[in-house]
T-cell receptor, first 113, second 114 residues
Framework: GESVGLHLPTLSVQEGDNSIINCAYS??????FIWYKQESGKGPQFIID?????DKRQGQRVTVLLNKTVKHLSLQIAATQPGDSAVYFC????????????FGSGTQLTVLP | ETGVTQTPRHLVMGMTNKKSLKCEQH?????MYWYKQSAKKPLELMFV???????ENNSVPSRFSPECPNSSHLFLHLHTLQPEDSALYLC?????????????FGPGTRLTVT
């Protein structure tokens, strides 16, 4: 079946550098995408979302880019901090009527001092 | 805090035990979800409730039995589980109106079946 996947399972960056986490999706009909952050011992926490009628959306230190042509989603974190170390999940809504999310397997981001 | 609480946070049970997981949301949402999170696997949707009615059962074994007495509370009753059921069980809630898809998650219950 169609699913959401991540290019890399782990990512290490130096503190202060920018981080880019990538996600590929296969359902061209998906109309909504969301990024979650999950710290150790906690549940997933909403970071930012984007609808399919947009290419880019910015939040505080985070930017999500959507490339519908190649079905690619990315999360950019500016000036990465130690507190950004976590697992990051992308998720998509493949069935607007059901409002359910399909999750990727996650990328572990480690911020190095 | 996300406004979604889960108890207990940790649970160890034998295969013959019966236990229940509890979830409560304080966000005024009308949809609630149970997910299973195993190591190195994507979140697996188990059950969905909209306005207290179950709208999704994602082929979950009958040893997992959900209950939703009202829009704020969700339970997952467990009986005769298997060791492979050991995982983090996450509860989430969302609003079902206005094109909103964002789900708010609780901290999860770490379940170990011995």
């Amino acid at each position: 079946g169609e699913s959401v996947g991540l290019h890399l399972p782990t990512l290490s960056v130096q503190e202060g550098d920018n981080s880019i986490i990538n996600c590929a999706y296969s359902n061209s009909a998906s109309d909504y995408f969301i990024w979650y952050k999950q710290e150790s011992g906690k549940g997933p926490q909403f970071i930012i979302d984007i609808r399919s009628n947009m290419d880019k959306r910015q939040g505080q230190r985070v930017t999500v880019l959507l490339n519908k042509t190649v079905k690619h989603l990315s999360l950019q974190i500016a000036a990465t901090q130690p507190g950004d170390s976590a697992v990051y999940f992308c998720a998509e809504n493949q069935d607007g009527s059901a409002r359910q999310l399909t999750f990727g397997s996650g990328t572990q981001l480690t911020v190095l001092p | 805090e996300t406004g979604v609480t889960q108890t207990p946070r940790h649970l160890v049970m034998g295969m013959t035990n019966k236990k229940s997981l509890k979830c409560e949301q304080h966000l005024g949402h009308n949809a609630m979800y149970w997910y299973k999170q195993s190591a190195k696997k994507p979140l697996e949707l188990m059950f969905v409730y909209n306005f207290k009615e179950q709208t999704e059962n994602n082929s979950v074994p009958s040893r997992f039995s959900p209950e939703c007495p009202n829009s704020s509370h969700l339970f997952l009753h467990l009986h005769t589980l298997q060791p492979e059921d050991s995982a983090l069980y996450l509860c989430a809630s969302s609003s079902q109106g206005g094109g909103v898809y964002e789900q708010y998650f609780g901290p999860g219950t770490r379940l170990t079946v011995t």
